[in-house]
């Protein structure tokens, strides 16, 4: 800014010009401004030199909007999505610029931009308060909430902040006390925690690695006690919140950067929603910053929220899906808002929606086409949001399991939680909707149950065994379920399974980034699979398994070495399938070229790049479990994942596009009661056949669309 004073008295007038240099190196002039009589804000480029262009930091706003009006969208703007986000701030006294932000804020649709969210009052019936109390502490939250109430606020607030990328407390090195009042309300027998034990008042609280190296069933127990503690904090709070402001969804961010990458802990990402710890999982989409396999990965955190508030009907996942350029581009971001309200997110935030000339943060968007998708994508919303606000995400067939005795052991370290976020994707992509089941979940539903965690208490493996038993199948991967949660051979898995595992050896270089790993990772194994027709071969990566199959287990595949690298076993009406490797980073590692890992801004990109050469071998065994199991939803390119939401009033069928590039004549078959009238989100135009429980829809699908069935 160049703040004007005159040096002599009296009124103001003046010039400025600016110039720079061009390539002779003579000074060029790029903007000249006259009578001018007050001080002056500028924007400007970081490559002024190249742009040319120096502006008033009111064009900015000015351009932007121009652009949007030549550029007008299909749909309605949403009325009943919460769309927050962080835009142009008003100038006190400036009529034109004021009444530009408003038609700004109009023209995109988001129904919570604002320059201070705790500004956003209700409005059309829509309560969208929002309001952070990370800094009020536990003493004081009640007054606080009090406060909110008596001065008429607390009816309006539709989201409380509990804080950003937050972890949970954990209990004092010393909290014993509290340790063994928990253990009997659990109704925990001394020896279940110490075999030596006889009293309960002599177990101490002993989360160290230590204690997990001498007594593995006290360092179970008490890390499991350390999440309930962590939970019991925050829905202290959460309590006293819901007292008063009854109509809020309490959550706070979770980053899924930390630790593993979008793979969390079960106790963090799930269980603190079902023990209403909080009520609104809430998470981020920055995975186009880090070389993960696939953007598609994101969904995987996504269902492990939906997991956290099944049967709650009541309750949303609020997700950030960040616009902001350069960084993300208007495909990616497309992809991954049709993703978000596919696996059940309900409540949006665009976090810093303004360029980089009027940003807070480093988290801008200067980008105008990104303005024009996001526009475009909240338009669409509207022809259908009274389905996804009202509706659900259908069940899954197929199950990926969960359980805090994976979080206890780090069953995602090394290679493993690659292995893992890996093996969500190809399952994906074999057309199985999936949900994310915990420990103590029903699995009557679930024809498919896949797992990769290396612990899983008795009571879950014997539920696992009974539901192979009725008629199920399980997938486990390189040393999946062969501990149970005191770090003991599991031997109702081993047995279920047909194996048992004498070691799990990993390779010398871990991969934990797909894009920047996988490519240069030496194979540790070469599988053979085989087959009544030719040999398929593929390489194991990550981690191997070793272990003798039992006598009534099938060898389906071989390692090099000659060794079983996968079997079946049948039991009862179902079937136990153990590979001794990642299958899932075996289907990606052709997939992923060998190229810098870079955060470029275009698709053409490695940050945005989609892969879609996976394993052919890989995906065959991948696929095996379920071969007979029906598909609520087929496509005709199976890259292209098919979410079914239903309510009342119609059914949403979002299609989100994998393959890399547009698919013409896209057939979608579906095999469940839907309404018969079809629309696309995009108004673009789609083809109906069929009648019944069998119905086809054709259309061509870009990016991402929606088929909307009343």
């Known amino acids: 800014a160049l703040t004007a004073r005159a040096t002599k008295g009296g009124p103001l007038d003046f010039a400025v010009e600016f110039g720079v240099a061009d390539a002779a190196g003579m000074i060029e002039s790029v903007r000249r401004f006259d009578r001018l009589t007050k001080d002056l804000a500028l924007a400007y480029d970081a490559d002024t030199r190249w742009t040319r262009r120096i502006r ?34 008003p100038k006190p006294g400036n009529e034109k610029y004021n009444a530009a932000v408003s038609e700004f804020t109009k ?39 009090k406060k909110l109430a008596a001065e008429g606020k607390a009816r309006d607030i539709a989201v ?5 990328e937050i972890g949970l407390a954990v209990p004092p090195a010393g909290d014993h006390a509290g340790f063994r009042a928990w253990l009997r309300s659990q109704n925990v027998k001394p020896a279940d925690v110490d075999p030596g034990a006889t009293d309960i008042e002599k177990i101490n609280y002993s989360p160290t690695p230590e204690t997990a190296r001498a007594n593995p069933g006290l360092y179970y127990w008490s890390k499991v006690y350390g999440y309930r503690y962590g939970i019991r904090q925050l829905r202290e709070r959460t309590d006293i919140i819901r007292k008063h402001l009854p109509g809020a969804g309490i959550g706070a961010n979770f980053s899924p950067h930390h630790k593993n990458l979008y793979l969390g802990d079960t106790h963090h990402w799930i269980s603190v929603f079902r023990e209403d710890g909080m009520t609104m999982p809430w998470g981020e989409d920055y995975i186009w910053q880090v070389p993960v396999g696939s953007q598609q990965m994101n969904f995987l955190m996504v269902d492990m929220f939906r997991a956290g508030i099944r049967n709650k009907a009541d309750r949303k996942i609020h997700y950030y899906v960040m616009p902001h350029t350069p960084g993300n581009t208007p495909a990616s971001w497309r992809r991954q808002f049709y993703g978000d309200l596919a696996h059940g997110v309900k409540v949006f935030n665009l976090f810093e929606f303004r360029p980089v000339q009027a940003a807070y943060t480093e988290n801008h968007c200067s980008d105008p086409a990104m303005y024009q998708e996001v526009r475009r994508g909240l338009h669409e919303l509207g022809r259908f949001e009274d389905i996804i606000q009202d509706g659900q995400v259908e069940q899954g067939v197929a199950g990926l399991w969960f359980s805090e005795a994976a979080d206890v052991w780090d069953d995602y370290g090394r290679s493993l939680g690659a292995g893992k ?16 089941v915990v420990d103590g979940d029903d699995l009557s539903p679930y024809k498919v149950l ?31 379920g062969m501990f149970d949660e005191r770090n003991q051979p599991n031997k109702d898995l081993r047995a279920l399974l047909g194996a048992d ?16 790993h996988l490519p240069f990772a030496e194979p540790m194994e070469t599988v053979k699979v085989r087959t009544n027709a030719t040999e398929l071969k593929f390489g194991a990566f990550g981690s191997r398994s070793r272990f003798k199959a039992s006598g009534d287990a099938h060898v389906l595949a071989d390692f090099a070495d000659g060794s079983p690298a996968m079997v079946m076993r049948t039991e009862g009406k ?10 899932g980073l075996s289907y990606f590692r052709p997939a992923i070229p060998k190229r810098p890992v870079d955060r470029g801004s275009t698709d053409e990109t490695m940050a945005h790049f989609i892969p879609t050469a996976f394993d052919r071998g890989a995906a065959m065994l991948i696929a095996t479990p379920a071969e007979e199991v029906s598909r609520p939803v087929r496509c005709s390119e199976p890259l292209v994942e098919a979410t079914v939401i239903r309510a009342k009033q119609g059914v949403v069928i979002a299609l989100v596009n994998w393959r890399g590039k547009a698919v013409k004549g896209l057939t979608v078959t579906v095999a469940v ?15 109906a056949s069929g009648e019944g429980k069998t119905r086809t829809f054709t259309l061509d699908l870009e990016v991402a669309d929606a088929i909307i069935l009343r």
Request: proline share 5%; glycine share 12%; charged share 30%.
């Open 160 to 164: 409380v902040s509990l804080g950003d």
């Open 107 to 145: 023209l995109i649709g988001a129904t919570a931009l604002r320059d201070d969210l705790e500004k956003a009052d209700a409005v059309g019936g829509l309560i969208r308060g929002y309001t952070d109390l990370r800094g009020v502490p536990t003493p004081k939250l009640e007054e606080h909430c």
């Open 56 to 89: 008033p930091d009111e064009e900015v706003l000015y351009d932007l909007l121009a652009h949007l009006k030549k550029h007008p969208v299909e749909g309605v703007a949403p009325k009943r999505t919460l769309v927050y986000g962080v835009t142009f701030t």
């Open 673 to 687: 009661d839907v309404p018969a009238k079809a629309e696309l989100a995009s108004g673009g135009a789609v083809k």
């Open 450 to 480: 896949s797992l990769r965690d290396r612990h899983v208490g008795g009571a879950g493996s014997k539920a696992i065994g009974e539901g192979v038993k009725a008629g199920g199948r399980l997938l486990a991967t390189a040393g999946a």
């Open 501 to 516: 595992e004498t070691a799990l050896d990993h390779a010398k270089e871990d991969v934990t980034r797909e894009k920047e």
């Open 574 to 583: 179902g079937r136990a399938y153990y590979c001794g490797f990642l299958p």
């Open 421 to 436: 976020r890996s093996l969500y994707v190809a399952i994906r992509h074999q057309q199985l909707p999936l949900d994310c």
